[in-house]
């Protein structure tokens, strides 16, 4: 009977201490399985998609101050394949930055051109800091994921902005004054002024025809090729930078001078509206507008 009760002993010890042990290893069992799923997470980044144009070069230029917020862009980085050039205008100690902060966007789409015109990349995507505004029918990383650069090459300058008609349509007068002297005057003739002064057949350097009108999507983001903004000479570029440095308007205005007028500059046509469903196709590759 002793021997009995002894055993019975024994073995309610025996299965104390293993539910004390259970108890004991299960949250340490736990913190292992944790820290391994960590380490192997850590120590394998999720893989950069395979770019698409592996023999493209493509430059992604984005106008920036110390305000701003660009916290999307390491996460569009990763889904792109995209160089990153960051301009921060209200900085003169940043990497990359500009003699004024002037012209808002346009002097840094202009500062970024002179000092890369011999090396530039097959296709530069120029772009505001934010990650989605009005204007955009698309996040920016939509935007650099999907942006298609054949297109660009292409076309040889594509807006992201897909409308179905014209939009921000202005007329010209005709109506013109000295590009340093352009305070006061109408926005056409600002326009008109700039337009009549450095927009010229680069070919044979004479000035061309002012157009009666022009229109193209808004605003101050698009892509070109390396050719079209080759097709004017460094002087040309510089001349504009050196008339936004100087000009005593402001900047909202000196740069919507250049934001209504970039399509011209890389060659398009004085009214380019591209049907909406045609640049769908040849900007994103999306709905089955005709390319050509």
């Known amino acids: 009977m002793a021997g009995l009760l002894s055993a019975e002993v024994k073995m309610l010890k025996s299965r104390r201490v ?5 108890f004991a290893l299960k949250p340490l069992l736990a913190a292992l399985f944790v820290s391994l799923i960590f380490y192997l997470t850590r120590s394998s980044p999720p893989k950069k998609p395979i770019d698409p144009y592996p023999h493209l070069t493509k430059s992604l230029v984005i106008a920036a101050t110390t305000s701003s917020n660009l916290t999307w862009l390491p996460g569009a980085l990763a889904s792109s394949h995209w160089t990153p050039h960051v301009y921060t205008t209200d900085s003169p100690n940043a990497a990359l930055t500009v003699p004024v902060n002037k012209g808002n ?10 000092d890369n015109y011999d090396s530039l990349p097959d296709v530069v995507f120029f772009h505001h800091d934010h990650s989605q505004a009005w204007h955009q029918q698309f ?3 939509y935007e650099l994921t999907h942006l298609n650069p054949v297109s660009v090459l ?8 897909c409308l179905p008609g014209c939009e921000n349509v202005i007329e010209l007068s005709g109506d013109v004054a000295p590009v340093l002297d352009l305070k006061g005057a109408s926005r056409d003739v600002q326009i008109a002024s700039v337009l009549r002064e450095f927009l010229r057949d680069e070919k044979i350097g004479m000035r061309l025809e002012l157009p009666e009108k022009i229109a193209a999507p808004c605003c101050a983001q698009f892509a070109v090729s390396r050719d079209a903004i080759r097709a004017r000479g460094h002087e040309t570029w510089m001349g504009l930078r050196d008339w936004l440095i100087a000009t005593e308007l402001d900047s909202r205005s000196s740069g919507r001078v250049l934001e209504y007028t970039w399509h011209l500059w890389f060659g398009k046509e004085a009214v380019h509206c591209p049907a909406e469903e045609r640049c769908l196709n040849d900007v994103y590759g999306v709905g089955n507008g005709s390319g050509s």
């Not at 293993?18 to 259970?22: K, N, P």
């Not at 346009?106 to 002179?114: D, K, N, T």
Request: no cysteine.
């Open 105 to 114: 966007e346009a002097m840094v789409y202009l500062s970024y051109i002179i």
């Open 154 to 161: 292409k076309h040889g300058y594509l807006s992201p902005r």
């Open 18 to 22: 293993q539910r004390l042990l259970s």
């Open 139 to 141: 996040s920016s990383a």
